[in-house]
């Protein structure tokens, strides 16, 4: 039962950062034709101190960074990230999932703000030819320094039936 309300909960969180950048009607379209799924996975392991506004002390955790990502030139995610941990370096660890449709694309990555060089935050801008096949997962990675693409996996799909299932043991109708 612990699994139906996971996928429940990715579920939902996959459509709330769809949401953020790509409009309901578009992403109705798109998940209507032909279509795959990007999931971008970002970890950024070495996250380090941000200059303090006082000079004296030491660098701070940089508070939020920033994300963006487009394919094919549409914006679909524009968020802000935030490092964790105590004592540098910090990281970052997050990711987001969202439809787009089936075919080769770009996709384009840009962060800001987790890196510094002097007193002002750098900006990694990085692209890569993708191909999207109908009904799979493609994952994207930025591991801080490289924007790679793991193998194609196929997507899991999420129905009622399913989920009915996960929660009785048994398949819908069927005593």
Not at 79 to 86: A, L, N, R
Not at 92 to 115: H, K, L, M, N, W
Not at 137 to 144: A, K, R
Request: charged share 20%; net charge negative; aromatic share 10%.
């Amino acid at each position: 039962m612990n699994n139906c309300w996971m996928t429940l909960a990715v579920l939902a969180l996959s459509i709330t950062a769809c949401a953020a950048r790509v409009s309901e009607s578009r992403t109705a379209y798109i998940t209507a034709h032909d279509h795959g799924w990007i999931e971008f996975v970002l970890r950024d392991p070495n996250v380090l101190s941000a200059p303090a506004a006082d000079p004296s002390t030491n660098g701070v955790r940089p508070s939020s960074c920033q994300i963006q990502l487009q394919y094919k030139g549409e914006s679909y995610v524009s968020e802000e990230v935030y490092p964790t941990g105590e004592v540098e370096p910090f990281i970052v660890d997050t990711g987001f999932r969202f439809p787009v449709p089936a075919g080769r694309g770009r996709i384009e990555f840009q962060y800001s703000g987790c890196d510094f060089d002097g007193d002002e935050p750098d900006k990694v801008q990085l692209g890569e030819r993708i191909r999207i096949f109908t009904n799979t997962v493609t994952v994207v990675e930025f591991d801080g320094e490289t924007l790679f693409t793991l193998e194609n996996q196929p997507n899991a799909k999420v129905t009622l039936d399913n989920i009915y299932e996960a929660v009785t043991g048994s398949k819908k109708g069927v005593e």
